[in-house]
């Protein structure tokens, strides 16, 4: 009916019927540069789904049924029943791999749902495409890494990857006291990351960047993290349109001695209802950018609201262009703190209110 170019999964022994699908998986996306169609219903996982060296390989699902539970609504379900310490999928060193359009069960650990590997110097890893997947069940530790693999422990080249719809509902995260994480780079070299409309709540982190990345997130909402973004290494970060609440910081940036730190938030909603006590929403170490454009700030916690830890560049700039910061002169004396003396230059504000307030240094 699809013509060679396509492989319907559930006519090659990817059943929904309760018996393991794992090997069959395996042999599919191992030997097909098929698009490969995975049935509807729940598919039984025990073991990690591993492509090498894949080029356009990939799986769709037949449809994302977002909070129906196993055994109910429409859509592909992909349920794990394998060991604590393996990942889902394992991508080493493929290009242009692709899985859209199913979801992810996990009510026992799994180490995370998708990983993708650089296998050497020579070997990049990139170019994925992820979309319209969503992840349940409190087993999961971690959505989708990009990590170095057993052959290059520092992580090669892994870059321009696109991140879309994609979504972990109540259930799918142990809460922001664990160390768990939604989107992980772990890569001396990866750049050009991008994600749109996607959604990460009650984890440790949202998106854990140490080794300077690079990335755009477009709209989507956090909720409940520890840090929805924990970036290090200096690389510039993007940040437009996205809402948070109830986590204990919004950015998070503690880069490596003299790597300055570039940021750029546009046009996002930071509510600080239910942060923790000591919590803010930006603390940025060794700033050298930051430029805010109609921005809203509502902070609640009792630490400073915008916290500078360290900043060796004479000519670091906090622009807040547009937008409001609110903060209770009780709670936030002084809203931006950790500037070196003299420095109120260094802060700022164009057509914008900060409630209360002056910018000040500590």
Partial sequence: MYGDAWWLLGERGVYNDGRDATQALRDMLRGSDRRNVA????????????????????????????????GYGTGTRIIWLGPPDRPLFVLNSCQKAWLCDLDVYAW???????????????????????????FHGPGIRELIAFVGGPNDPGGGFDGNNDLMTLRNVAGAGRGKQFGDKCYVFDHVQTTGHRFDACYASYFGFGVYANKGTSFTWDAGSFAGNG??????????????????????????????????SMIHLDSCHFNGNGMSDGGNYIDVDNLSLMLTNFNAFNMTGKDAA????????????????????????????????????????????????VASVRASVG
Avoid: W
Wanted: glycine share 12%; proline share 10%.
């Fill in 39 to 70: 049935p509807s219903g729940d598919i039984i996982v025990t073991d990690s789904i591993v492509m090498t060296d894949g080029f356009g390989r990939g799986m769709q699902g037949s449809g994302s049924s977002n909070c129906a539970p196993p």
């Fill in 108 to 134: 026992y650990p799994l180490k995370r749902v998708i990983e993708s590997r650089t296998m050497g110097p020579g070997r990049p890893s990139s170019q994925h495409l992820f979309e319209n997947l969503t």
């Fill in 227 to 260: 840090a929805d973004f924990a970036v290090g290494g200096g690389a510039p970060i993007t940040v437009r349109g996205a809402f948070s609440e109830m986590s204990d910081h919004f950015l998070v940036n503690h880069p490596a001695t003299n790597a300055a």
């Fill in 306 to 353: 915008i916290k500078f830890t360290r900043s060796q560049y004479p000519t670091a700039r906090f622009v807040m262009n547009g937008g409001s910061l609110h903060t209770s002169p009780d709670l936030y004396p002084n809203p931006f703190t950790g500037l070196p003396p003299d420095s109120e230059r260094q802060v700022v504000v164009s057509n914008g209110s």
